[in-house]
C-alpha cells in the first residue's frame, strides 16, 4: 500500500512518541490506522480539538469515534475545546495548533503529525496564489515543517510531519475502503462561505474544465519552487557563514540585534536580489520577527547607502557605514 510506503521515512530510531491531530475524518483517521500499523512499538496520541463553531451533536460523534478507534489501536487519546469564539478559518487554524503544541509539550513529544494530501497542497497552492505571494507561498505545505503558529514556550521545538502529502485523496479513500472503515464527515466542508471551500468546491472544479491535470500541476509547481527556494536558502546561509562566521553570532542574537557586513567588496549590498531576500528572511526569523515582501523591496533599496532605515513590526531594518542591521527594538 502507497500510504504505508509513504511511512517508511518516520522510521527514526529516536522516534518514541508522537501526537496526531485526528478529527475522525478519512485523512487523518488513515494516518492513525497507518502510522500505528507501521510502527507498533511508537507510543501514538490521537488528539481531537473541538472548534466550538458546529454544533455539540456533530462534535460529539466525532470525539467518539476518534477516542473509540484510539483504544482499538492502543493510542491514548485527548480532547481539547475552544474557550474563544472563533471568527474566522485562521482564528480557529491559529488556536488549534496552541492546543496541539501544549498537548505534544504535556505528552513529551516534538513531533506531530497531520493528514495533509496531495489535494490539500493544490489547493494551498492556489489559495496562496490568490492571496499574492512569492516563492515560499509556491512551495505550498512542506511534508517536515517547523510549527506554524508561535505564542506557545515549546512551539520553536515542535516538528509538524505530513506524511500523506504526496498521496491524493482517492488513495486515502480507498485505504479506507479496503479496510472497510467509514470515517466521520464534517458537513461544515461543504459551506462555501469559507474560502478553502469555495476553492474546492467552486473554483477547482472550473479549472479542471480547462485543465483536469491542474491540481498535479499545481503540486508539481509547489514541488519544483521548493527545491528552487532550498538552493536559494542554502546559498544564503553559505554565505552568511562565510563572510560572518553566522553559526557564532549566537550573542547578538542574545542583544536583539545582528550586524552583516555591508560595503567592502563582497558585502551585502553587492549579492543579488534573490540571495539578499533569503538571508534577509534567515536573519529576521532568527530573531523571531517578520518581514513583508514591501519591506524585503525597502530593504533591498536601503541596502547600498548608509543612515537609512526601514521599520518592521517589532524592530527595524537600518545601515550604518559599514554594516546592515536588523535590531529586534526599534529605536524610536
Known amino acids: 500500500m502507497q500510504l504505508v510506503t509513504l511511512l517508511k521515512d518516520l522510521g527514526s530510531p529516536?522516534?518514541?512518541?508522537?501526537?496526531?491531530?485526528?478529527?475522525?475524518?478519512?485523512?487523518?483517521?488513515?494516518?492513525?490506522?497507518?502510522?500505528?500499523?507501521?510502527?507498533?512499538?511508537?507510543?501514538?496520541?490521537?488528539?481531537?480539538?473541538?472548534?466550538?463553531?458546529?454544533?455539540?451533536?456533530?462534535?460529539?460523534?466525532?470525539?467518539?469515534?476518534v477516542a473509540k478507534l484510539a483504544t482499538e489501536l492502543g493510542a491514548d487519546f485527548v480532547t481539547g475545546r475552544s474557550d474563544e469564539k472563533l471568527s474566522s478559518e485562521e482564528d480557529?487554524?491559529?488556536?488549534?495548533?496552541?492546543?496541539?503544541?501544549?498537548?505534544?509539550?504535556?505528552?513529551?513529544t516534538k513531533v506531530c503529525m497531520t493528514g495533509h494530501h496531495a489535494n490539500d497542497q493544490a489547493e494551498t497552492v492556489l489559495l496562496n496564489v490568490l492571496r499574492g505571494t512569492g516563492s515560499t507561498g509556491m512551495s505550498g505545505m512542506l511534508g517536515s515543517a517547523s510549527w506554524p503558529v508561535g505564542n506557545s514556550t515549546s512551539a520553536g521545538r515542535l516538528?509538524?510531519?505530513r506524511p500523506l502529502l504526496r498521496l491524493w485523496r482517492d488513495d486515502i479513500d480507498a485505504y479506507l475502503r479496503d479496510l472497510d472503515i467509514e470515517p466521520r464527515v464534517d458537513c461544515s466542508?461543504?459551506?462555501?462561505?469559507?474560502?478553502?471551500?469555495?476553492?474546492?468546491?467552486?473554483?477547482?472544479?472550473?479549472?479542471?474544465?480547462?485543465?483536469?491535470?491542474?491540481e498535479n500541476h499545481l503540486v508539481a509547481l509547489a514541488e519544483d519552487t521548493k527545491s528552487d527556494d532550498e538552493f536559494l536558502m542554502n546559498t544564503a546561509?553559505?554565505?552568511?557563514?562565510?563572510?560572518?562566521?553566522?553559526?557564532?553570532?549566537a550573542d547578538q542574537i542574545v542583544h536583539g540585534e545582528?550586524?552583516?557586513?555591508?560595503?567592502?567588496?563582497?558585502?551585502?549590498?553587492?549579492?543579488?536580489?534573490?540571495?539578499?531576500?533569503?538571508?534577509?528572511?534567515?536573519?529576521?526569523?532568527?530573531?523571531?520577527?517578520?518581514?513583508s515582501r514591501s519591506q524585503i523591496e525597502t530593504a533591498y533599496a536601503i541596502c547600498g547607502r548608509a543612515n537609512a532605515e526601514v521599520s518592521i513590526t517589532g524592530g527595524e531594518i537600518r545601515t550604518?557605514?559599514?554594516?546592515?542591521?536588523?535590531?529586534?527594538?526599534?529605536?524610536r
Open 14 to 65: 529516536n522516534l518514541k512518541k508522537a501526537v496526531i491531530a485526528c478529527s475522525g475524518g478519512g485523512d487523518s483517521t488513515a494516518l492513525l490506522i497507518a502510522v500505528r500499523n507501521r510502527f507498533p512499538k511508537l507510543q501514538l496520541t490521537a488528539a481531537y480539538f473541538n472548534h466550538a463553531i458546529r454544533d455539540d451533536k456533530s462534535t460529539k460523534a466525532e470525539e467518539d469515534f
Open 92 to 108: 480557529a487554524r491559529k488556536a488549534r495548533y496552541q492546543w496541539l503544541a501544549k498537548i505534544c509539550t504535556d505528552v513529551g
Open 159 to 161: 516538528i509538524l510531519l
Open 189 to 214: 466542508n461543504a459551506d462555501a462561505r469559507y474560502l478553502r471551500n469555495r476553492l474546492r468546491i467552486v473554483s477547482l472544479p472550473h479549472l479542471k474544465d480547462i485543465n483536469p491535470k491542474v
Open 237 to 249: 546561509r553559505v554565505w552568511l557563514n562565510e563572510k560572518m562566521n553566522y553559526q557564532q553570532v
Open 258 to 291: 545582528i550586524k552583516i557586513p555591508r560595503t567592502n567588496r563582497s558585502g551585502l549590498s553587492i549579492v543579488p536580489k534573490p540571495i539578499f531576500t533569503r538571508i534577509l528572511k534567515i536573519v529576521v526569523g532568527d530573531l523571531g520577527l517578520n518581514v
Open 320 to 331: 550604518e557605514r559599514s554594516w546592515f542591521v536588523v535590531s529586534k527594538t526599534s529605536r
